[in-house]
């Protein structure tokens, strides 16, 4: 797949989206959404890929690397003040539209946050299953200092993810918070060095790569179930997906290497 302003490829089972427009510290346009949404529905009913990680790109100039994972929306085309109010709320449902579909991919999702990720960067990020990030890497919400505000699902995510008082603090305040500090908070699962960060995030997506995958998918659609429904309602939905997972040919594969004390060798049905 040949894309302007991502790059797509593939390790064993797991695919990597690496934005790639690293002269801009990867700023959004609206073809980077178009692409990455276009990635997300062709490897969607791929079975050769279990796992997706989202990073950044380097930007070289000589003997200097400059590490970004995105800057957020391209600001110079921004305030170039030529959209409508229609055009506008078109970008706007376009950016939701992207993240939404990374929250909703029913594959692992991992962020690899290599350099800044700010505004649409943050959001996407909060998208996914798991945020890993680089010690140097930061990560902030600066909308309410640019005159805009967050999106992309923040307001639901980040009160969850931290509670309500620091979501608060970096929502209000725009804070900029390292990798270590992410981790401390829970806007990060780990960090790593910036040139451990994208091995590391590959043994982990291969590590979930390597499990049953309709159980993984099963596992991602009912933890990201709604927090309002009740528990009867909850026991109904896990005992159907057990059941979903029964009538797999993997599950009588699990069982079987199980017994025969051997890795499992999953097909996805």
């Not at 427009?21 to 346009?29: G, K, L, S, T, Y």
């Not at 990560?139 to 509670?163: D, K, M, N, Q, S």
Request: glycine share 8%.
């Amino acid at each position: 797949m040949d894309y302007e302003t991502i790059e797509f490829l593939e390790d064993g089972y797991v695919g990597i989206i690496r934005l790639n427009r690293p002269e801009r510290m990867n700023a959004v346009i609206e073809e980077m959404y178009l692409e990455i949404q276009d990635v997300l529905d062709v490897v969607r009913s791929d079975e050769s890929v279990r796992a997706l990680i989202l990073t950044g790109s380097v930007l070289k100039r000589g003997d200097v690397e400059k590490q970004a994972f995105c800057a957020g929306a391209d600001l110079k085309k921004h305030a170039s003040g030529e959209r409508t109010h229609a055009q506008k709320r078109e970008y706007i449902l376009l950016a939701h539209e992207t993240t939404k579909r990374i929250y909703e991919f029913p594959k692992p999702i991992i962020a690899a946050v290599n350099g800044p990720a700010r505004g649409a960067g943050s959001e996407m990020a909060m998208n996914c299953d798991f945020v890993f990030m680089a010690e140097e890497a930061s990560i902030a919400f600066p909308e309410t200092g640019l005159g805009t505000f967050v999106g992309g699902g923040v307001t639901y995510h980040l009160p969850r993810i931290v509670g309500l008082s620091k979501a608060k603090e970096l929502v209000y305040s725009g804070r900029i918070v390292d990798g270590k500090t992410a981790v401390e908070l829970g806007l990060a699962l780990r960090c790593y060095k910036v040139e451990e960060l994208l091995g590391e995030t590959k043994a982990f997506a291969k590590a979930l790569a390597e499990r049953a995958p309709v159980s993984m998918g099963m596992a991602k659609k009912r933890l990201q179930q709604s927090p309002a429904l009740d528990i009867e309602t909850v026991v109904h939905l896990e005992a159907e997906a057990i059941l979903t997972c029964m009538d797999t040919e993997d599950w009588h594969e699990g069982i079987r290497s199980f017994n025969e004390k051997r890795k499992p060798e999953y097909k996805g049905k």
